[in-house]
T-cell receptor, first 117, second 113 residues
Framework: GNSVTQMEGPVTLSEEAFLTINCTYT??????LFWYVQYPGEGLQLLLK?????DKGSNKGFEATYRKETTSFHLEKGSVQVSDSAVYFC????????????????FGTGTLLAVQP | NAGVTQTPKFQVLKTGQSMTLQCAQD?????MSWYRQDPGMGLRLIHY???????DQGEVPNGYNVSRSTTEDFPLRLLSAAPSQTSVYFC????????????FGDGTRLSIL
């Protein structure tokens, strides 16, 4: 079945450091890929998405490129801030196949990012 | 815009009790779903609905019931609470289509004693 694997946390960085959180997936069909962010005590918010191979999603300085050849969707940011401290989830949504589509999300286990001043 | 509203935010139950977690959205979204979040396991899909009157099971449906009588509301019922159902529950909604992002509520933290 479809699945998402992301790097274990916590990831601890100093402010202005470069961030990479690895995400790989297994899927049949043509999934859309998402990064969601969860701040303490809150629900998940969409950070960025990519819906087809070679698409790059970007938002708030974060970027991720949909790489079909390596089945990856790694999250990157050039210079993190203390306010970026949160849990980051990689997820896939099963795409069109056999004439149907589904919004069901399959999540990775989440990566806690802690940014120190 | 309220978005997705979940009530209650916190609840403590005794084993065997039943309760309903409420979820309402004001975005006229067709698709709604319930997830549970447990440490080290990410979010797992419990039940989902593609429109009023249509529901289906997700990955972990046992012990939970849902119904969708209106577009706006999608309540989750625990029939007989068990300690294994201690978790944080999130409701989400979206437009139909696998490329549509889902909008999440703030969650219900449920403890079963």
């Amino acid at each position: 079945g479809n699945s998402v694997t992301q790097m274990e946390g916590p990831v601890t960085l100093s402010e202005e450091a470069f961030l990479t959180i690895n995400c790989t997936y297994t899927a049949t069909g043509y999934p859309s890929l998402f990064w969601y962010v969860q701040y303490p005590g809150e629900g998940l918010q969409l950070l960025l998405k990519a819906t087809k191979a070679d698409d790059k999603g970007s938002n708030k300085g974060f970027e991720a490129t949909y790489r079909k050849e390596t089945t990856s969707f790694h999250l990157e940011k050039g210079s993190v801030q203390v306010s970026d401290s949160a849990v980051y989830f990689c997820a896939l949504s099963e795409g069109w196949y056999y004439g149907g589509a589904t919004n069901k999300l399959i999540f990775g286990t989440g990566t806690l990012l802690a940014v120190q001043p | 815009n309220a978005g997705v509203t979940q009530t209650p935010k916190f609840q403590v139950l005794k084993t065997g009790q039943s309760m309903t977690l409420q979820c309402a959205q004001d975005m006229n979204h067709e698709y709604m779903s319930w997830y549970r979040q447990d440490p080290g396991m990410g979010l797992r899909l419990i039940h989902y609905s593609v429109g009023a009157g249509i529901t289906d099971q997700g990955e972990v449906p046992n012990g939970y019931n849902v119904s969708r009588s209106t577009t706006e509301d999608f309540p989750l019922r625990l029939l007989s609470a068990a300690p294994s159902q201690t978790s944080v529950y999130f409701c989400a909604s979206s437009d139909r289509g696998s490329n549509q992002p889902q909008h999440f509520g703030d969650g219900t933290r449920l403890s079963i004693l």
